[in-house]
């Protein structure tokens, strides 16, 4: 059973470019979540869905930031006109029921790097 | 506010020296407590879960204790290999978890 899957491993991106993070989460999985590591601090979270949904996005930046989960395919954490700041490791984790009641698990990340 | 705290931020053992790793939170009505071991360029990786006051959880060399104020993830005779960062995480409102910034433990052979 693959664990949740996340691609590109690695992104170089300049400055006002669009970054897109993709994750596929573990067989059996309808929730999503994505958290963002910064360098020395903790991960914080960023958004939570299930399949067509946003439950919770308290954590993502109102602008330049958006995730989807579509019916079929990987879930997508876009990031538009990429800033240094935004420069960090991208995680998703993946349940079967929600936090609180349920072990999420981690993919191996995303580094994103803006020039 | 929610409040998760790791203590010692960096801890260095000899191999086979036994120590604890401490995580301290407050929240309100605890619905679990997670502890994950993360290695360098890598992404956390499950341990253990704690849901009540008084429950042990065990694998290998580690242990992870919980009260009502207080986790413990106790580590036996480590090994060079142990040498990761250790998160502790509790659920921060519905959807989240709410993590720690870690101990970073360096296991020395």
């Known amino acids: 059973n693959a664990g949740v899957m996340q691609n590109p491993r690695h992104l170089v991106r300049r400055r006002g470019q669009e970054a897109r993070l993709r994750c596929s989460p573990m067989k059996g999985h309808s929730h999503v979540y994505w958290y963002r590591q910064l360098p020395e601090e903790g991960l914080k979270f960023m958004v939570y869905?299930?399949?067509?949904?946003?439950?919770?996005e308290s954590g993502m930046p109102k602008e330049r930031f958006s995730a989807e989960f579509p019916k079929e395919g990987p879930s997508i954490l876009r990031i538009q006109q990429v800033v240094r700041g935004d420069s960090a490791a991208y995680f998703c984790?993946?349940?079967?029921?929600?936090?609180?009641?349920?072990?999420?698990?981690f993919g191996p990340g995303t580094r994103l790097t803006v020039l | 506010e929610d409040q998760v705290t790791q203590s010692p931020e960096a801890l260095r053992l000899q191999e086979g020296e036994s120590s604890s790793l401490n995580c301290s939170y407050t929240?309100?009505?605890?619905?679990?407590l997670f502890w994950y071991r993360q290695d360098p360029g890598k992404g956390p990786e499950f341990l253990f879960t704690l849901y009540s006051a008084g429950e042990e959880k065990e694998k290998e060399r580690l242990k992870a204790t919980l009260t009502k104020k207080e986790s413990f993830l106790h580590i036996t005779a480590p090994k060079p290999e142990d040498s990761a960062t250790y998160l502790c995480a509790v659920p921060g409102g519905a959807n989240n978890l709410f993590f720690g910034t870690g101990t970073r433990l360096t296991v020395i052979p």
């Open positions: 929240v309100s009505g605890l619905r679990g």
């Open positions: 984790a993946s349940s079967v029921q929600p936090t609180g009641t349920d072990t999420q698990y």
């Open positions: 869905l299930q399949k067509e949904n946003i439950i919770d």
